[in-house]
């Protein structure tokens, strides 16, 4: 099966900084989604993207089908970003490890 | 629009006793899949249904889980008997054009 590999594993910023998460993928897929796990467990939908780029307020999110990565944009980051996130490709939604933020006030 | 419901939220059970989650996706939404998340871990694929029909379930113990969808709208999943390595959230979640949804979960422990 394709193996999705997120990077960092960790990262923590001070608030109001950017960072730039990564999601690489071992075959090509018809599928991409971002997810955000908040504190609480809950998996929040935050962009289906199997190519191009989408922007949605502080976060955005491209994915470059042909070099099989999909890159995850926050700006201006806040406590409220804290949480790991997930991608998950293809119709069966295969999971990687995820990243985990912090973001510290 | 309603999101997709789970239950119950919380569920403990001694090793080799059975329990069942119940999931009732968001209406209209043709596939269902269930999740084992493990702390500290992504969440891996059990089964995932389109309508009442099995598209993938490589990855369900099937030894010991079970799941069906009747008539393809709520889905149950079912461990009997239960071991010490279950213990995890198990997540629903259904999705439309590709666009997943997910339940708030359901957190088993086994003792």
């Known amino acids: 099966g394709i193996q999705v590999e997120q990077s960092p594993p960790d990262l923590i910023l001070q608030e109001g900084a950017n960072s730039t998460l990564r999601c690489n993928f071992s075959d090509s897929v018809n599928n991409l989604q971002w997810f955000h796990q908040n504190p609480w467990g809950q998996l929040i939908n935050l962009f289906y993207i199997p190519s191009g780029t989408k922007q949605n307020g502080r976060l955005s999110a491209t994915t470059v089908a042909t070099e099989r990565y999909s890159l995850l944009y926050i700006s201006s980051s806040q406590t409220t970003d804290s949480g790991v996130y997930f991608c998950?490709?293809?119709?069966?939604?295969?999971f990687g490890a995820g990243t985990r933020l912090t973001v510290k006030p | 629009e309603a999101g997709v419901a789970q239950s119950p939220r919380y569920k403990i059970i001694e090793k080799r006793q059975s329990v069942a989650f119940w999931c009732n996706p968001i209406s209209g939404h043709a596939t269902l899949y269930w999740y084992q998340q493990i702390l500290g871990q992504g969440p891996k694929l059990l089964i995932q249904f389109q309508n009442n029909g099995v598209v993938d379930d490589s990855q369900l113990p099937k030894d010991r889980f079970s799941a069906e969808r009747l008539k393809g709208v709520d889905s149950t999943l079912k461990i009997q008997p239960a071991k010490l390595e279950d213990s995890a959230v198990y997540l629903c979640a259904s999705s439309l054009n590709n666009e997943a949804f997910f339940g708030q979960g359901t957190r088993l422990t086994v003792v």
């Open positions: 998950a490709v293809d119709f069966d939604m295969r």
